[in-house]
């Protein structure tokens, strides 16, 4: 059994070659076919796995995607790749990349709206709050539904203005500005609790300090993701175009279904 170039190997590969070869273990690599992560492996007449070199980079893909955008959303990924048009596997990559860019985003802008808070805190003066948004616009804006901010406003984390006639909510820049450092906080992992603790410090040099440090690990994070989605950029065009050289895996009907965890 031959080596290519990036250290695949020609002909069939066992269980244990491919667990070697992507980083996972045996069990792991077996979980993983099961969840149609992988197409998948042929059968030899004594009933052992047969893999090709697809099947390694498929795995590799699925751990750069997995760290970029969790399990779930990797798993249903690879499947729209293998058996989506070419063009349609291509925009779903992009759309991860496209994701990650707006994370990072809504990050920096969560930044930018603590260094307002701290300006007005150390010297007193407040901006003039400019033009409102609606519900709407501020959901998308943060990329929320806007469910999550009625939520949010029954917590009273974000407090907007009201428009009384009709009972629609209309939010100031200061709630902007608090919407956008508790969608930071919320996507870091911080529960209802801690983000109203920091979201009731923010004008106390600790809470401050507190919330710049979820920030800068969120930056960190998103970081990191997108260094692994681009780490798995060869094995996830690998996985499109071995699909694209076998037509029929291209021709099955949209909206498969895709096994879940």
Excluded at 72 to 80: G, H, K, N, S, Y
Excluded at 104 to 123: F, G, M, N
């Amino acid at each position: 059994m031959r080596e290519t170039t990036d250290g695949s190997r020609r002909g069939p590969l066992r269980t244990v070659d491919v667990a070697r070869e992507s980083g996972y273990s045996v069990q792991q690599v077996r979980d993983l076919e099961r969840l149609g992560v992988i197409p998948p492996a042929t059968r030899a007449g004594n009933g052992y796995r047969s893999y090709t070199a697809v099947h390694v980079q498929a795995l590799r893909a699925y751990r750069g995607l997995a760290h970029a955008v969790g399990p779930v959303e990797a798993r249903r990924t690879l499947a729209e790749l293998r058996t989506g048009p070419i063009a349609k596997a291509a925009s779903a990559v992009g759309a991860v990349h496209v994701r990650l860019a707006r994370e990072r985003d809504e990050a920096l802008r969560a930044q930018e709206a603590l260094r307002a808070i701290r300006t007005e805190a150390d010297t007193g003066e407040f901006e003039h709050e400019g033009d409102a948004m609606t519900i709407t616009e501020l959901a998308g804006a943060l990329g929320v539904r806007p469910s999550a901010l009625r939520f949010w406003e029954e917590e009273g984390l974000v407090v907007p203005e009201r428009v009384t006639s009709l009972r629609a909510r209309r939010y100031g820049l200061s709630a902007i500005r608090a919407a956008r450092i508790v969608a930071a906080l919320r996507a870091s992992g911080y529960g209802i609790p801690a983000v109203r603790d920091v979201i009731g410090s923010l004008h106390g040099l600790e809470g401050r300090e507190e919330a710049q440090r979820v920030l800068g690990r969120r930056l960190d994070q998103i970081a990191e993701r997108t260094v692994a989605l681009l780490r798995a950029g060869t094995d996830l065009a690998a996985v499109v175009m071995s699909a694209e050289d076998a037509p029929h895996v291209r021709s099955e009907p949209p909206g498969q279904p895709v096994p879940s965890a």
